[in-house]
Nanobody, 113 residues
């Protein structure tokens, strides 16, 4: 059974940084695209970034230049490095194996002004 577990969330001040990790069980990771999404209170879940095979990456316009997505296939782990955080980045962040429709439980990120 494939499972995704996010970690690395926390509370920081505006301008700070956090690094999220998404640990994926199972060998599927090496051929899977991993997406990061976030959901703020009262808002719909939105796409943040994606890492695919061959180190292809995609980003939402709102995080371009501030966030960096990466993957370590040897560790079955995807990362989201978040720099220059803003209060509007506050949300629960989820990782997903999109092609399989699998999601982690999320990790809270809170950015104070």
């Amino acid at each position: 059974q494939v499972q995704l577990v996010e970690s690395g969330g926390g509370s920081v001040q505006a301008g700070g940084s956090l690094r999220l990790a998404c640990q994926v069980s199972g060998s599927i990771f090496r051929i899977a695209a991993v997406g990061w999404y976030r959901q703020a209170p009262g808002q719909q879940r939105e796409f943040v970034a994606r890492t695919s095979m061959g180190d292809s990456t995609d980003y939402a316009d709102s995080v371009k230049g501030r966030f960096t997505v990466s993957r370590d296939d040897a560790r079955n782990t995807a990362y989201l490095q978040m720099n220059s955080l803003k209060p509007e980045d506050t949300a629960i962040y989820y990782c997903s194996l999109e092609a399989m429709g699998l999601w982690g439980r999320g990790t809270q990120v809170t950015v104070s002004s």
